[in-house]
């Protein structure tokens, strides 16, 4: 391929074409960058944590009626038993010695057992009341949760479309621009561009504004003495320089 050549008015171009790249860049940087992204996998991450914490406690809450239920009986199941020990007694149908003895202190042993089940009852009560306030928090959280994501998401949603819309925008005039940009120019130019990000910068009172640096004095001549119609480069980064009449020359 021979050295690109291009009228000054052509090179201009790529001028344009190198802010429209920036602005599409700076665009597809905010686009990945958007806080919002990040806040909402964050709000996401808790979700997860209160969905399973919900189970959890639903899970124990569940367990805990099946134990209150199962202590509430044996209650019942002791409590009938002293009423009909207590019937035998009262209706004088014992009356050995041994036998009085035995049915006296079974029901004392049946008063001892009904108090510690009434005990675990109680526990049962208090670790119900725990956790039903813990579900309750849960459900709060979770509900407010949803609330925040919904509000974050459309906050996403809206600087989506902005960013898409300018994207859409500055691609049209993207392609208009490079429309009217020979291929072998736009081709060096894209090159340039994949490899460092810029593909052309303006000479600036005698800088290159691709590398920031300024050109040497040889540099400068090489230039000078090139036709208007050379597409010339930056002997430090390669960019193309486009020349203007701020270029120093
Ligand atoms: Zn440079």
Redesign the pocket.
Known sequence: MGPVKASPQTQLRLLELADLDAELGRLDHRRRGLPEVTELSRLEVRAGELKDALVATETELSDLTREQSRAERDVDQVRTRIERDRARLDAGQVSAARELASLQSEIENLHRRQGDLEEVVLELMERRETLDSQQDELTTERDNLGGQMAEVAARRDAAFAEIDEQTAKASDQRASVAAEVPADLLALYDQIRKAKGVGA?MLRAGR??????S?NAADLNVIRASAPDEVVR??????I?VRTPESGL
């Not at 290159?208 to 640096?213: A, K, Q, S, T, V």
């Not at 930056?234 to 960019?239: A, D, G, I, L, P």
């Open positions: 910068a290159c504004e691709g590398c920031h640096l050109l930056c002997e430090e980064c390669r960019r320089l």
